[in-house]
């Protein structure tokens, strides 16, 4: 069976460091993934999606990079975080019927 | 470009009463609609889904929704709810252009919160 793994769960941060959240997939290959933030009150915002080894595409202009490695490896970066960066980010990849199964988040605090 | 509307932020209800999520969306093409769940610091778990068929769906905890088209809505309910349904509900449209990927986008959220 299909599993997605995310980590860390939780990460505290300082302003201007770096970032790099990852997240793999296990039981299937060449996946469609995805990374979400979620802002409090805002729902999810699409931020990366990724349709093969290398191919990035972004969503929205910000502060943050992504990578794939590897099949089944996606990377969330950022070389220097800021305040704005916060929130609970989700990895998702996409199964054969078109639904989304979601990673257990990681909760980034800013500080 | 997609949009999806849930009109209510919070709905508070007393155990067994019945409840009604509403969602809203707008497509220029046919779309796939989806209902996921999130407990607190968890990621989201899939609900039901309407992808072709049979307007009405249901998942297997009792929660049930109905694709109308004409009204563009995907709404969702339950007749009788549970303490253990307390959880943020996320409303999701995806269209069918996207070539080889199904890009979805999230409506805001709504907390259900179900009190004794």
């Known amino acids: 069976s299909q599993t997605i793994h995310q980590w860390p769960a939780t990460l505290v941060q300082p302003v201007g460091s770096p970032l790099s959240l990852e997240c793999t997939v296990e039981?299937?290959?060449?996946?469609?993934l995805y990374w979400y933030r979620q802002a409090a009150g805002r729902g999810l915002q699409l931020l990366f999606y990724s349709v093969g080894i290398g191919q990035i595409s972004s969503e929205v202009p910000q502060n943050l990079s992504a990578s794939r490695p590897q099949d089944r490896q996606f990377i969330l970066s950022s070389k220097k975080l800021l305040l704005s960066d916060s929130g609970f980010y989700l990895c998702a990849w996409e199964g054969p019927t078109s639904g989304y199964t979601f990673g257990s988040g990681t909760r980034l605090t800013v500080v | 470009a997609q949009s999806v509307t849930q009109l209510d932020s919070q709905v508070p209800v007393f155990e067994e009463a019945p409840v009604e999520l509403r969602c809203n969306y707008s497509s220029s093409v046919s779309v796939y609609l989806f209902w996921y769940v999130q407990y607190p610091n968890q990621g989201l778990q899939l609900l039901l889904k309407y992808l072709s068929g049979s307007t009405l769906v249901e998942s297997i905890n009792g929660f049930e929704a109905e694709f109308n088209k004409s009204q563009t809505s995907f709404h969702l309910r339950k007749p009788s709810v549970h303490i253990s349904d307390t959880a943020e509900y996320f409303c999701?449209?995806?269209?069918?252009?996207?070539?080889?990927?199904?890009?979805?986008?999230f409506g805001k959220g709504t907390l259900l919160t179900v009190n004794p």
């Open positions: 999701a449209v995806s269209d069918l252009s996207g070539g080889s990927n199904y890009k979805l986008t």
């Open positions: 039981g299937t290959s060449n996946p469609n």
